[in-house]
Structure formats: structure tokens, C-alpha cells
């Protein structure tokens, strides 16, 4: 068969959930945590299945919870949505970046992602026709953190760029935006018919009092905006796969298009659930830094008489480990090497990116029991 996607094969975090799982490691590989969903969300989900919550949902999302999600953008992000025409309810963060980039990119156009990128993009962007253009974020000695490098992007920024993704706070350094990116992003896309994804699926997982730089927040920004977000990073239920995006209401309208032929509607009883408990509990989302904070401080304080060198992750579950000090080793030899032989897994971060980097980096995720980390901690402090 002629491929669509000739370069596919299977993602890393198959095959290094399935390297860890041969080798009973610990797997601080995949991004999800090993903790469940609070039992109160669990007892709605039950409620709704045993009480006529099993049939179709509307297309573009119970209205419950398109109202519970338009009340914590209003809360969170001071713009009030209206969730009738702004606010769609998809099938994870997945699904929603797939039919916004169907929605926006037609045949020859360029998309604009930032390596190391999330993995889902640039297949979506190809099946639409586009082009994917990759620019490096960049660590430099002013700024030793991934950051946007805005020369680059104001020179790959042409007639033919129809959208830009971006991604923060970021999968997998764990940087994220101030209010000033936001600025500088406005005035290069001001006069383009430039449109933007923005992927805050680790909205809520943001540290050290730092606030999170919501493209709803920016009355620029946000005109031209998809924002994309997911319930398995905020409610530790990865595999409901349960996301929203919330857009100005003619992008709405032509997301919609897509989204209702890529899966018309969306798993109703945990849809009627999470719109009660968002309702009824927001504070479990605003508890939800201090939650991954601790985690990523024990982490932290675990491997600090290691040999990796680190920054402490200011976002998301995931902390970057640089390992040059212990071997010159490419980035997925090593990992697979160390799931083998100490029994912990993590991503080589060189697979987000279109070039390996120089960087000698690995991503492991802390979203783990203590005894987890204190584990796998162990292990890494024996390198
Ligand atoms: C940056 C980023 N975007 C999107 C997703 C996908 O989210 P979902 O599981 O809701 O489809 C993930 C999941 O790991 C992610 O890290």
C-alpha cells in the first residue's frame, strides 16, 4: 500500500513502555501517573454509567461541562467564553490538535512547530498537506532553559505559514511561557493570516508561584487562537482520553467541521462526570501545582547526589536529566541501555526533534508513587 505516512513506525513511548514492561523496570518513561483519579470523580463516572449516561453526546460536548470548562477559563484566564459557540469537548488533546490543524492547513501551506516537539503534530500536518517547519528552541548562557528562538521565527515566518503549534508549559523540558512571549508573539503574527495552536494540556502544572500564560488570556492572541487542553494531565486519567478546545467562534465553527467526522462525539457518562466535578471540586485543579511541585522537589532531592546534571522542571510531570557526565552514548541507546540494566526507563529527548541534538538529555516522569521515585532515584544515583 502506497503510505500516507511512510515515515511512521511505532512512537518511542510504545516501545519504551514495552522495553520496560520485558524488563520489569520502572517505567518513568510514558507520561502518566501511576496514581488514580480522586474516588469522588470515580463514584460520578460510576453514577452516570448506571444512570442513563450511556448514549451518544451531543457533538460537540455535554453541556455541563462546556459550561464548567467556560467557567474556569472566566475564573482562571478573565475572558468569559460562551460554550455554546467557543468551547468543544474532543476526545483527548489528541484528537483536538488533529482537527485543528485539519481545520487550518490546507495543501502546500507551512506549519511552524518547536523542537523538541510533541509527536502528534507533524503526522496531522502532512495528512492536511502541510509542511512541517521545524525551529530548535534554543538554551543559551543567558537563558540556559529552552527558549523560543525569535530571530528564527521571525525569518521562517513567510506568505505561505498558516499556522504556528506551540507547547507550554513544554512536554519535555518543562519550560514555560512569561507574559512578555506572549507580547513578542503578538507582534509577529499582527498582519499575517497566521494561525496558532496552543497545547496547554499541563495548564494546571505550573511551579514555584509561577503563573500560566493562557493564549485566552491575550485579547491578541487569542483571536486567531486554538487552545487545547486535556483532562488526563489535570484528573491523573490518561487513558479516558477526554480533552477540550476552547477558540474564538469562527474557528469554533470550522473545528467542529472536522471534529465531527473524526469522531462525531465524545465517552458521555465521564463527560456528564468531569462537568460535575469540575463544578463542585476546582480545588483539585488549583491544588494541582503543589501536588506536582512536592513531587518534582522529592525527585529532585533524590537524584541530587547523582551524576546527571539538571534544573528543577518549572511546568508539566517531566524533568530533564543530562547524562554527559556519565557517557557519550546517543540519547535512545542509552535509554533502552538503562532500562536493561538498572530498571528504569525514560524518552531520549532527541525523538521530538527533527535534528539530534548535541545535548546528551533524557526525560523522566515524576507523576509516581514516592516509593516509585525513591526506587528509581536509587538506581540513577548508582551511575
Ligand atoms: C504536549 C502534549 N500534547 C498533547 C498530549 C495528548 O493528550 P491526550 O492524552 O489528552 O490526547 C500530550 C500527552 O502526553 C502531551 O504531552
Not at 37 to 43: H, I, K, T, V
Not at 205 to 214: N, T
Not at 336 to 350: F, N
Request: charged residues 25%; contains cysteine.
Amino acid at each position: 500500500m502506497n503510505s500516507k505516512l511512510p515515515t511512521t513506525g511505532t512512537t518511542i513511548f510504545a516501545v519504551m513502555s514495552n522495553l520496560a514492561h520485558e524488563h520489569k523496570a520502572i517505567n518513568l518513561s510514558q507520561g502518566f501517573p501511576s496514581f488514580n483519579p480522586d474516588q469522588a470523580l470515580l463514584d460520578l463516572v460510576t453514577h452516570y454509567l448506571n444512570n442513563n449516561g450511556n448514549q451518544y453526546a451531543p457533538m460537540v460536548g455535554v453541556p455541563k461541562l462546556r459550561q464548567s470548562i467556560a467557567d474556569k477559563v472566566s475564573m482562571l484566564y478573565g475572558r468569559s467564553v460562551d460554550p455554546d459557540t467557543e468551547v468543544t469537548v474532543c476526545d483527548g488533546a489528541t484528537e483536538g490538535l488533529f482537527s485543528a490543524i485539519q481545520a487550518t492547513v490546507h495543501p502546500g501551506d507551512e506549519v511552524i512547530i518547536f523542537d523538541p516537539a510533541f509527536d502528534s503534530y507533524e503526522p496531522a500536518v502532512t495528512l492536511a498537506g502541510g509542511r512541517t517547519v521545524h525551529i530548535p528552541l534554543i538554551e543559551t548562557e543567558a537563558n540556559p532553559d529552552y527558549h523560543i528562538d525569535w530571530e528564527r521565527l521571525e525569518s521562517a515566518i513567510n506568505e505561505r505559514t498558516r499556522l504556528i503549534i506551540l507547547n507550554f508549559p513544554h512536554n519535555p523540558s518543562g519550560v514555560i511561557l512569561e507574559s512578555e512571549d506572549l507580547d513578542r508573539l503578538a507582534e509577529m503574527v499582527r498582519n499575517t493570516n497566521v494561525y496558532l495552536i496552543s497545547d496547554e494540556v499541563y495548564e494546571h502544572i505550573v511551579f514555584d508561584g509561577a503563573e500560566h500564560q493562557s493564549f485566552i488570556r491575550h485579547d491578541e492572541l487569542w483571536e486567531r487562537s486554538f487552545v487545547i487542553s486535556s483532562f488526563g494531565k489535570t484528573y491523573h486519567a490518561t487513558g479516558w482520553k477526554v480533552g477540550y478546545c476552547v477558540a474564538p467562534p469562527a474557528l469554533t465553527n470550522e473545528f467542529r467541521k472536522i471534529h465531527q467526522w473524526v469522531c462525531y462525539a465524545v465517552v458521555s457518562p465521564i463527560q456528564y462526570a468531569i462537568g460535575d466535578y469540575m463544578a463542585s471540586t476546582p480545588e483539585h485543579y488549583k491544588a494541582l501545582p503543589i501536588f506536582y511541585e512536592e513531587k518534582r522537589d522529592r525527585f529532585c532531592d533524590l537524584i541530587k547526589n547523582s551524576r546527571f546534571i539538571f534544573r528543577p522542571s518549572k511546568g508539566t510531570f517531566f524533568q530533564i536529566l543530562d547524562y554527559s557526565e556519565i557517557t557519550d552514548e546517543d540519547d535512545t541507546s542509552y535509554a533502552k541501555r538503562l532500562t536493561r540494566e538498572i530498571g528504569v526507563a525514560s524518552i531520549p529527548v532527541s525523538v521530538f526533534c527533527e535534528k539530534v541534538p548535541s545535548s546528551r538529555e533524557l526525560r523522566f516522569c515524576f507523576a509516581k508513587d514516592d516509593d516509585m521515585l525513591e526506587k528509581a532515584a536509587e538506581r540513577l544515583c548508582r551511575l
